[in-house]
């Protein structure tokens, strides 16, 4: 790749404790065995040592820009395809540099610890899924491009444990990573089948502690996204069941996954949004492309440290746009529709109050980036 790739493992001392739930009542109790010493979770979260390290390059990158210069942008990403199937190819084709800018990308493992990274300083832009938006409608980044809606989202039972089917989940340990797409999914499961969070034991956790805490057992089900459902699957054989994904709420919720900054950022740095989102709309014309998919599973590979094979059963985890189809959805109102859905969503999922839930559309996503990358 390009630009150089800093691994920067976020999340290792999460809380693996139980939690009482974001918005909802979920009850107190013991955390599994197989769960780590607690610390600072949610937006608060950050590695500070590793956040550091990018620090430097930041504040290299978010000087005004000399005519000519290079521009270096630090990038946060989540080690699987969907985040990376557009900005992992628009590095190694070399879109970014034809934009005049180095990409370093810095991997997370969830929304949430990105957006405390940019508030930092040590992170410029952010890939986030659909369940860090609450943070855009609260005004603490600006969406500058929609990139896809999800399906990366599940929630696994083990039918060791006597979970089969949603209803099953009443009563049992079921692991969720809040303020994030899984916590969004499993309250979304939790209601179609008339169940709160109060219905279970819930627990809050890092993603890979989640896989690890099925492996063994010590939870019932849980809430994984895109690539941690196929490592359970893998683990776990017939045992682990697929209770439901985005797809299995398609009518009635629209999980957008964007490309944001922090406002400040977006004010002093629009020429740079701008290139960014060019070299990104090159990138989705590629990469939507299934005769591309196994040329872009490489570099997603490539950038996440893993096997290709691992990749390409990812590809089916978003609908990829090329850039005319987005610019198109942007002017008839089709993104903007999308995001009042969500934002609707959350409100009905607790995630937002009412007054948070009349956020304008407008007012956290700039749709003039949008625009103005595509002429």
């Known amino acids: 790749m390009k630009g150089k790739v800093l691994s920067l493992m976020m999340v290792s001392a999460m809380a693996l404790g139980l939690l009482a739930g974001c918005g909802g009542g979920s009850k107190e109790t013991s955390a599994p065995e197989t769960q780590a010493p607690a610390a600072e979770s949610g937006a608060d979260s950050q590695d500070a040592?590793?956040?550091?390290?990018?620090?430097?390059?930041?504040?290299?990158?978010?000087?005004?820009e000399a005519s000519g210069e290079v521009k270096t942008v630090n990038v946060a990403f989540m080690p699987n395809y969907a985040s990376l199937w557009a900005v992992a190819t628009a590095d190694e084709k070399g879109y970014f540099a034809e934009e005049g800018i180095e990409v370093n990308?810095?991997?997370?493992?969830?929304?949430?610890?990105?957006?405390?990274?940019?508030?930092?300083?040590?992170?410029?832009?952010?890939?986030?899924?659909?369940?860090?938006?609450?943070?855009?409608?609260?005004?603490?980044?600006?969406?500058?491009?929609?990139?896809?809606?999800?399906?990366?989202?599940?929630?696994?039972?083990?039918?060791?444990?006597g979970v089969e089917s949603l209803e099953d989940l009443a009563g049992k340990k079921v692991g969720y990573s809040s303020g994030t797409s899984s916590e969004t999914i499993l309250r979304r499961a939790l209601t179609s089948v008339g169940l709160t969070m109060e219905d279970i034991e819930a627990y809050d956790m890092d993603i890979s502690n989640m896989i690890s805490a099925m492996v063994s057992g010590s939870l019932d089900a849980c809430a994984p996204w895109s690539p941690s459902t196929n490592t359970i699957l893998a683990e776990m054989g017939d045992d682990a069941k697929v209770m439901c994904t985005n797809v299995s709420f398609s009518d009635e919720a629209a999980d957008c996954a964007s490309w944001v900054c922090i406002p400040s950022y977006a004010e002093e740095n629009k020429d740079t949004l701008v290139s960014f989102t060019k070299a990104l709309y090159k990138a989705m014309d590629y990469g939507s492309q299934e005769a591309n998919y196994d040329e872009v599973a490489g570099y997603v590979a490539k950038a996440c440290g893993t096997a290709k094979e691992s990749a390409l059963e990812q590809t089916s985890d978003g609908a990829w746009?090329?850039?005319?189809?987005?610019?198109?959805y942007v002017e008839d109102g089709t993104i903007e529709?999308?995001?009042?859905?969500?934002?609707?969503?959350?409100?009905?999922?607790?995630?937002?109050?009412?007054?948070?839930?009349?956020?304008?559309?407008?007012?956290?996503?700039?749709?003039?980036?949008m625009k103005e990358a595509g002429n």
């Open 49 to 64: 040592g590793a956040a550091d390290t990018a620090a430097a390059s930041t504040e290299a990158a978010t000087e005004p």
């Open 105 to 161: 990308l810095v991997q997370f493992q969830d929304g949430p610890t990105e957006i405390a990274a940019m508030e930092s300083g040590s992170i410029d832009v952010a890939y986030i899924g659909p369940g860090a938006h609450t943070l855009a409608i609260q005004g603490n980044v600006d969406v500058f491009c929609f990139q896809q809606l999800g399906n990366a989202d599940s929630v696994v039972g083990l039918a060791s444990h």
């Open 321 to 328: 746009l090329d850039s005319a189809t987005l610019l198109g």
């Open 337 to 369: 529709g999308y995001y009042a859905t969500q934002e609707a969503n959350f409100v009905a999922d607790g995630k937002l109050t009412e007054e948070e839930g009349q956020t304008p559309v407008s007012d956290f996503v700039l749709f003039d980036i």
